[in-house]
């Protein structure tokens, strides 16, 4: 018995890993050593006062860590306060002042551990300042309040407006201890303000400055093209007048005989001499041609002047169709090579926007296509246009290699092209792809499954 009471609690004891142990327990050891097998009981003692030992030890090293961590966060949480360059103050519900930043007591050129325990109302350099800050304690709802323009008082004395942003302060269980207030002074956020509007107008200028420039560029090649289609009316009407000058000759030459009162007979030779009578049926249609001719030159004029002038904000009902006819018939009039344009138009597409814009996209579009297809066997474009789910889609389909598949992602990307030096600026799909976001509507660019490339224009109809 006496053999089994003393190996019967060793025998756990041997199996565990050993763990330090006080003096105190050491020497109890050794005292129940030699003790009875009545006296077993205080192995358990001992062993149960080790166990207490080691979980005090644990706990201390477990504090130690969680105070370096509570110091390492507190370093932190200082080091941020410190950097912050916009204005803190954490104060109560009942606004006592429980910690604020640098940025605040340099502002107010004072210390900032003179600050803690004042008033927040103590900071307001007037009444209204005190009255409207008096109104956000009041109401401790649970919204924040956002840039709220008050009043700051300096050491000095001087008032220094400030935006401020107020946001409550909760415990763990969702009891408001008070508020939180941010903020920075008012002249530098108008400072800020008025630098980024200057910025966004400078970005609008440039804007449009490239959209012009493109657009010169593109009249620019288009130029011997115009002047073809200027030509014919042009040349109509020279043509017309110089045959009524000659007639007017004649006219002046009867009239001076008949005034002179020629002898009738005389009178009538002259008459036919002069073909008076079919002088007089040819004049009206000299006239209507000279007409047509000159309102011709009049639109063609007219349509040039719609394209290069900058109408950003033009908003008006016109028809797609004679946008696309007459671009492609300047376009083609400037292909130096033969280039063949199908189209297979409805008569009428009715949209709302600026004529000379989307011109400027059609005409880009043709240009692109003649540029793709200069070494292909057959230089070929195919427009087709229709009503698909209430927009007008206008697709542009060329005979060239199609767009290589890399290319396919950044192709309406800016100053992207695939031109040679010189050829291209890389902003006409850019500025394309903007003017028809502008429109509400969309360009899109794929290969055709039967070879080519495919460009994609839809655009909402004008409402009846």
Excluded at 7 to 31: D, F, W
């Amino acid at each position: 018995m006496g053999d089994e009471s003393n190996s019967s609690p060793a025998g756990p004891s041997a199996a565990k890993p050993e763990e330090p142990r006080s003096a105190l327990t050491v020497e109890l050891l050794a005292a129940a050593a030699g003790a009875s097998a009545e006296d077993g009981i205080w192995l358990d003692v001992i062993r149960k006062m080790d166990e207490v030992y080691n979980d005090l030890l644990q706990y201390e090293v477990a504090l130690e860590e969680k105070n370096a961590t509570l110091e390492d966060t507190q370093q932190f949480i200082s080091s941020v306060l410190t950097s912050m360059s916009d204005l803190l103050i954490v104060c109560s519900r009942a606004g006592v002042i429980e910690s604020v930043n640098e940025a605040l007591a340099s502002l107010l050129g004072v210390d900032a551990a003179a600050l803690h325990g004042r008033s927040i109302f103590d900071l307001f350099a007037d009444e209204e300042s005190r009255q409207h800050a008096g109104r956000l304690f009041a109401d401790q709802s649970s919204h924040a309040v956002e840039d709220c323009e008050i009043q700051l008082k300096a050491a000095n004395g001087s008032a220094i407006p400030v935006s401020l942003n107020c946001t409550p302060r909760y415990n763990g269980v969702g009891k408001m201890l008070g508020l939180v207030i941010t903020g920075r002074p008012v002249g530098e956020l108008r400072r800020a303000y008025q630098a980024l509007r200057r910025a966004h107008e400078d970005l609008k200028t440039t804007q449009q400055q490239l959209i012009h420039s493109e657009k010169m560029a593109s009249l620019g090649r288009l130029v011997a093209g115009v002047a073809h289609e200027l030509n014919n009316p042009i040349s109509f009407v020279y043509g017309n007048t110089v045959a009524m000058k000659r007639y007017a000759e004649r006219l002046a030459r009867y009239l001076a005989a008949i005034h002179a009162e020629m002898p009738r007979k005389e009178r009538e030779a002259l008459r036919r001499e002069l073909r008076i009578d079919r002088l007089l049926d040819d004049l009206p249609s000299l006239i209507d041609g000279t007409v047509e001719g000159a309102e011709r030159t009049r639109d063609i004029v007219d349509a040039l002047k719609r394209f290069s002038a900058s109408d950003r904000d033009e908003r008006r009902a016109f028809d797609l169709v004679e946008v696309i006819e007459r671009a492609v018939q300047w376009v083609c009039k400037a292909t130096a090579n033969q280039f063949e344009v199908s189209l297979k138009l409805p008569p009428s597409l009715q949209v709302v926007g600026s004529p000379g814009q989307l011109q400027q996209v059609v005409m880009n579009l043709v240009q692109n296509a003649a540029d793709a297809t200069e070494k292909a066997r057959e230089r070929r474009l195919e427009i087709s246009a229709c009503i698909e789910a209430g927009e007008a889609l206008v697709e542009f389909r060329d005979s060239g290699p199609g767009i290589p598949a890399e290319n396919l992602d950044k192709l309406f990307d800016p100053f992207f092209t695939t031109k040679p030096v010189g050829r291209g600026t890389g902003l006409g799909l850019a500025i394309s792809y903007g003017i028809v976001e502008r429109h509400g509507g969309k360009l899109t660019a794929s290969n055709h499954p039967k070879g080519g490339a495919l460009f994609s224009l839809r655009l909402p109809l004008a409402q009846e």
